[in-house]
C-alpha cells in the first residue's frame, strides 16, 4: 500500500530546495543597498559587463572541475535558445533593473528590491499564458493587491507627487521589465533538462556575455556611457567583490539549482525575501523606508504568500481522486 507521508528522501530534497532558495535571495535582497554607491561612481551596463565576467569565470572554472571538458557541449540542446536566454536573463535584468535603480536616485535600491517581490504574480501569468489557460479569478485578485502594494512604495504614499513626476514613472517602468526578464530566465531552465543546474548557468551566462559586451561596447562607442577609467574601476572594486562573487556566482548558483528542485513556480515565491533583506540593510546604513513604503511592502508580501496558499491548496483539490458513487438503495426494504 502506497504511503501518503513523504520519504526522508523527498523531504530532505524539498529542505534543501528550500535553504537554496532562501540563501539565494538574501543574497540578492543586498545587492540593492551595494549597487546604491556603485551606481554613482559608473553606469549600469559597464558594471553588469563587469559582474558578469567574474561570475562567468568562477562558474566556467567549477563547471570544468566538476563535469569536464565535454561539459561545454550542447547535448543536444539548443545554444540559440540558451543564448536568448542567457541575454534575456543576465544583459536584460542587469541593465533594465539597475539603469532603473540609477534613476530612481537614492530610493532606488527600496524601489527595486519591492519590484522583485512581484515576480510570483508574473511567474503566475506566465506559466498561465504557457499552458494557455486563464489563471484563477482569485489570484488576480491578489494580482492586484500586490500592486498596489508596490504602487505605495514607488510613490511613498504620495499619489499625487508620483503624478508630477513621469521620470519615476519610467525608472519603475525599467526595474518592472528587468524583473520579468529574471522570471523568463527562471522559467526557461526547465527546457534544459539535460544540463545540470550549474551548466544551465555557466552557459546561458557566457552566451548571455556576449550580448551583455556587445551592448555596452556600442554604448561606449556612441559615447553614450563613459569608458571605465582606472580610478573608476578601482572605486567599484569592494562592490564588485560582492556582486561578482556572492551575489553574481553564489546566488544565482543557490537560485537555479533551488528552482530545479522546488520547481519554478514555487522557487519565485522566495523572491518576496529580497525587499526584506534590502530594507534591513538599508535601514542599518541609515535609510529608513517611510510607513507607507513599509505598508506597501507588507501588503505585497501578504498578497503573494495568500496567493501561494489558495494556488497550493487548489491544486490537492484537483490532484485529489473523486469520491466513488455509492450504489442506489435497494427498494422494497430489508
Known sequence: MKSNSASPA?????????????????????????????LARVDPFTFTSLRYLIAGIAFAMLLRHREGAGAFTADGHSLVVAWLLGSVGFCG??????????????????????MMATQPMMGLLLSSWLRRSAPPVLSLVF???????????ITRGDLLAAIHGPQ??????????????????TFGSMRFARWSAL?????????????????????????AVHAPTLSTLYSIAPHLLYMGPVAGFGAILFWVSGNRILGPMNGVLFMDVV???????????????????????????????????YLRRRALRMAMPPRPVQPAAASGGQ
Open 143 to 153: 494580482v492586484a493587491l500586490s500592486f498596489s502594494g508596490v504602487s505605495l512604495v
Open 199 to 223: 551548466k544551465y548557468t555557466t552557459m546561458t551566462t557566457w552566451l548571455g556575455l556576449t550580448t551583455i559586451v556587445t551592448v555596452n561596447a556600442v554604448l561606449i562607442a556612441v559615447h
Open 10 to 38: 523527498s523531504s530532505i530534497g524539498y529542505g534543501k530546495g528550500v535553504a537554496l532558495c532562501l540563501s539565494a535571495t538574501v543574497l540578492m535582497g543586498a545587492m540593492f543597498p551595494v549597487m546604491t554607491d556603485a
Open 93 to 114: 535584468f542587469g541593465s533594465f533593473v539597475f539603469l532603473g535603480q540609477q534613476l530612481a536616485g537614492p530610493d532606488g535600491a527600496l524601489d527595486a528590491s519591492i
Open 275 to 309: 525587499p526584506i533583506t534590502a530594507f534591513v540593510v538599508s535601514a542599518l546604513t541609515g535609510f529608513v523606508p517611510v510607513p507607507a513604503q513599509i505598508a506597501g511592502a507588507a501588503l505585497t508580501a501578504v498578497a503573494l504568500v495568500m496567493n501561494n496558499v
Open 168 to 185: 519615476h514613472y519610467a525608472a519603475s517602468g525599467l526595474i518592472v521589465l528587468g524583473a520579468f526578464c529574471w522570471v523568463i530566465y
